[in-house]
Structure formats: C-alpha cells, structure tokens
C-alpha cells in the first residue's frame, strides 16, 4: 500500500492550539516515514489562527494553509480541504486535540480492511474525558440515528475519519460537505448506501486543550436531527 496521506484540519478561532497540533501530527508523519500533507482550511478566524499557522509553518512544504473569505461553514472547510487533497488517503480530524494525533496510526492500520475507517467514542475502549452529559447526548443521538438512517455505526457524529480520496470523489460533495458536523452524517448515509465497509476503531476525547467550543448543543441538536431526517428522504 503507498502510504500517501492527506490530513484536513478545519479551524475556527484555533490559535491557541493550531501549531501544537500540526506540531505533533508531522511528528507522527515522521515516525511512520508517510508521504503525507497537512491541510489547515480556516474561515478566517478572528482570533489570528491563519496568521500563527504562516508565521510558524511559512517554510514547510508539509502544510498547506486555505484560508476561506465567505460563508463559514465547518462542513464546507472539509469539503473544500477534500477538493484540495492530492494523497492517496483523506484523513479528517478537529484541530483542537479533541481528536489525538497519536491515534492516527491505529486508524491507518484498518484502511486495508474498510473503505472507510471512524473513530468511535462509543465502542469498547472509547469515551469523553469529562463530558458526561455530552456523552450521553450524542450517544442517545446516535441511537436515534441508527432508527432514521437504518446504520449501524456507532459514533456517527465523531469527525475522525479516513477515507480513500478516489472513493469521496466519488461522492456529491456539495451535498455532504456543507453545514456544521452534520457532514459526517450525510457522510455515514452515503456510506451506507455505497456500500462501503466501515470499521469503528475506540477513541477517547481528551477536553480541548485551549480555545472555547464553537458547538452549541441544542442549537446543533436540532441542526443534527434535521440534517439525518433530510439524509433519509433527499440523499
Ligand atoms: N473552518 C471552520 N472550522 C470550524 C468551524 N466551526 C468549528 N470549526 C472547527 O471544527 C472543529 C470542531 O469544532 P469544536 O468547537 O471543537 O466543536 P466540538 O468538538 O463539538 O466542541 P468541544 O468539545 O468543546 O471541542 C474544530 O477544529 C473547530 O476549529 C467553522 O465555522 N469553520
Ligand atoms: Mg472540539
């Protein structure tokens, strides 16, 4: 397998955290000695996110920085990461340590397996440092998910996902990448009826390590249901 890899990053207001992580993750690209980019798509974060990432990463080909000038959109910085992409393999991951570098090579050890691999805060092995409500809310989301969409992924709603580029090519990304983290529902529907495999693999969610939440939960709750009740009856 070539080892060629493509690790999206969507940031709003990450300055805190940013160049800690890209930090970590090409200390990780090094140790597996991949053939990998990282791709920063910012919305133009107030905060200065895109102005630390060129400061500190100015002469490293390994990362490449996208900044966006008109409606921000979680969903469409992947999508427009995604489009972005020349590696073999997508990977798509928060830039605020929610999602841990270090579990990269766990998840890229599955990908010969499953067309798409997803990190799952809800199998054996996986959880949430000090979220309890958060927790249990997205996991009853979940369970409501599996009801709508007849899937049977755990964590539908985890972000943390690799994937083959040929094969989200291959999908409309217009229609998916849009909206806040509701794209990895339409994602996971899409999936389904591809017929991908999927594989879950445990992951656990240490708090963010600085900057403030951009989830608003009953806000996105609904946002959520919407988008899964749409999946079901439009995509
Ligand atoms: N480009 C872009 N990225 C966004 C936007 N909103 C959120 N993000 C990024 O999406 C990822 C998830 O957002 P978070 O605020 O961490 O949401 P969360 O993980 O549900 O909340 P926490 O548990 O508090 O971390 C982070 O990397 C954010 O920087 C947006 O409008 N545009
Ligand atoms: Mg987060």
């Not at 990432?53 to 100015?58: G, H, L, N, Q, R």
Request: glycine share 6%.
């Amino acid at each position: 397998m070539k080892e060629s890899l493509s690790i999206i990053l969507p940031t709003y207001n990450e300055r805190e955290t940013i160049c800690r992580l890209i930090q970590k993750i090409l200390e990780v690209i090094s140790s597996m000695k991949w053939d990998a980019q990282v791709i920063v798509v910012d919305d133009s974060s107030p905060d200065g996110t895109a102005q630390t990432i060129k400061k500190t990463f100015y002469e490293n080909p390994a990362v490449q920085l996208i900044v966006r000038k008109n409606n921000p959109s979680l969903g469409a910085s992947v999508g427009e990461g995604i489009r972005a992409a020349s590696k073999d393999y997508v990977l798509i991951m928060d830039a605020d340590f929610n999602h841990s570098p270090s579990d990269i090579p766990r998840l890229w050890s599955c990908i010969e397996r499953a067309t798409l691999v997803n990190g799952s805060r809800f199998v054996r092995g996986g959880g949430m440092e000090k979220a309890r409500l958060r927790y249990l809310g997205s996991r009853v989301f979940n369970l409501i998910c599996r009801v709508i969409l007849g899937l049977h992924v755990t964590d539908i709603l985890s972000g943390f996902l690799l994937v083959r580029r040929k094969d989200l090519l291959s999908l409309d990304l217009n229609k998916i990448f849009v909206g806040y983290g509701d794209f990895s529902i339409r994602l996971h529907y899409a999936a389904k009826k591809k017929k991908w495999s999927v594989v879950e693999i445990p992951v656990h969610y240490p708090q963010r390590f600085g900057g403030r939440s951009k989830t608003r939960f009953c806000k996105h709750a609904c946002q959520y249901l919407g988008a899964a009740l749409k999946a079901r009856l439009f995509l």
